[in-house]
Every structure is written in C-alpha cells, then in structure tokens.
C-alpha cells in the first residue's frame, strides 16, 4: 500500500512534467483552480503540492504573480514545508514514527516552564524518530511527546499507528478537541547523540519545534519537542493586515 500522501504524489508528478519539459524554467504553472481540475483534486492538496515543490527550490510562488519555475531539478535538498494543521497531519502520513523510548516522568520545573505544563504533575512521555519512507529512510526528526499521565492508555495505539499524530489518535481514542496548537520555533545545533540518531552531524544547524496541543478549556494534554536538522524541515508563516 503506498503511504505516500496525495499532495506529495501530485508534487512528484509536477517535479517529473517540470524537469520533462512541459512547465519550462521562467514559466508560470497553471492557476490553482486549473490545476486543481485538471488533476481531479481540491485546491488545498494543490496548494500543498505547490508549497512542496517551492521548499525543493523548483518553483517560486508570489501573491498576484503565479507560480513561477525556478529550476527543473532540486536545489540544494529538500525540506517539508507545514503551512498549516493539515499539512502537519499530512507530513505525518508520509513519515513513519519509530519509537525509541517510553516511560511516566514527573515534570520538573526547569522542563514545566520550558512546555507550559504544571510542575509536579505526570505524564508520559514518548521518544521517537521519523523517517521519510519517499527519501531511504532518511531520519527526519527525533521528538519528545509528552502526554497527560490520564490519557497514558494512548501508547498502545501511538505503538499501532505509526504514521499518525498522536494528537489525532488521543482525539479520536479519548472524544478530545485539540484544534488549538501552540507553536513555538526556535534554532539550535544538535548535539552528539541527536547527530547520531539523526544520521547529521554534530553541531549542525537544527530547528526545535514546542507544539502545545491544547483543550477547549486551554489546558495542555500533549505537548510536543521536536528536533530537526535544518536542511529537511521548514516551517512558514503567512502575515496578512486587516
């Protein structure tokens, strides 16, 4: 069965008509819409597609210009592009989490404050690896998952279902509304052991992703540390004035 995501399949197949010759370099692609009905699919798996193809450096997006070829092979790697929750699930789909390292902790106050949790209260916490089953197998983060010590039952299913966030399976196991994350990125070097298990090297530039996934009544039931070398991950940011 193939785990690739639809919108990764549709980047792949814009990658192959680029570097054939159909959309040449300095062109523009056609307008969403277009290619959302040419390609049978909805004009967010477009867009997805799109971000993917930007993030390899083979197209160039500006608001009112199109989408521009830059290029009819990847530049410089490649990185998974989240502009949203959805893209977040749909990168999750396409990287299989291995897990590492499970046990109940007691949250300190250094680590309380550093998550926004409340000192002295348990949870679980979940370490594991991602890899991108399109690229080898290529690590593409190590994450620490912290789960509330009520719904710890979760690791029976996070160990069953290893293409999927752990948010969506605490929704779905536990009835939970966690459609509220708080994000915090910030840069980093990685250090030797998360080099090593990274397959990067040490003090690479890396990216330290916090993701509090929050209840209706604001209160944290998983929060998230992620780290991942900078050359395989970006996240980005759309600001608009109102």
């Not at 083979?58 to 199109?66: E, F, H, M, T, Y």
């Not at 620490?144 to 752990?166: C, F, G, R, T």
């Given at each position: 069965?193939?785990?690739?995501?639809?919108?990764?399949?549709?980047?792949?197949?814009?990658?192959?008509?680029?570097?054939?010759?159909?959309?040449?370099?300095?062109?523009?692609?056609?307008a969403e819409p277009d290619l959302a009905l040419q390609l049978q699919v909805s004009r967010s798996t477009v867009r997805a597609a799109l971000a993917s193809l930007e993030s390899r450096k083979?197209?160039?997006?500006?608001?009112?210009?199109?989408t521009r070829v830059e290029a009819i092979s990847p530049?410089?790697?490649?990185?998974?592009?989240?502009?949203?929750?959805?893209?977040?699930?749909?990168?999750?789909?396409?990287?299989?989490?291995?897990v590492q390292h499970t046990g109940v902790m007691v949250m300190d106050q250094a680590l309380a404050k550093k998550l926004g949790c409340q000192a002295g209260s348990q949870w679980l916490c979940i370490?594991?690896?991602?890899?991108?089953?399109?690229?080898?197998?290529?690590?593409?983060?190590?994450?620490?998952?912290?789960?509330?010590?009520?719904?710890?039952?979760?690791?029976?299913?996070?160990?069953?279902?290893?293409?999927?966030?752990?948010?969506?399976l605490l929704e779905t196991?536990?009835?939970?509304?966690?459609?509220?994350?708080?994000?915090?990125?910030t840069g980093c070097k990685l250090d030797a052991p998360l080099a090593k298990s990274l397959n990067a090297e040490k003090d690479e530039a890396a990216l330290q992703v916090i993701r509090r996934y929050l209840t209706r009544d604001n209160k944290p039931v998983l929060v998230t540390v992620s780290i991942h070398p900078a050359e395989r991950f970006s996240i980005r940011t759309t600001l608009m004035r109102h």
């Open positions: 069965m193939d785990r690739q995501p639809l919108y990764s399949r549709i980047a792949d197949q814009l990658a192959k008509d680029i570097a054939k010759g159909r959309y040449a370099v300095g062109t523009t692609l056609p083979l197209v160039s997006r500006k608001k009112n210009a199109g530049q410089g790697g490649y990185g998974a592009t989240l502009t949203s929750l959805s893209d977040l699930i749909q990168w999750a789909q396409a990287c299989e989490r291995a370490q594991s690896l991602r890899f991108d089953a399109a690229r080898g197998k290529l690590p593409v983060s190590w994450t620490n998952a912290y789960v509330d010590a009520e719904y710890a039952s979760i690791l029976k299913a996070v160990q069953a279902h290893p293409s999927a966030l752990i948010s969506e196991e536990f009835g939970l509304d966690l459609a509220t994350v708080e994000q915090d990125v």
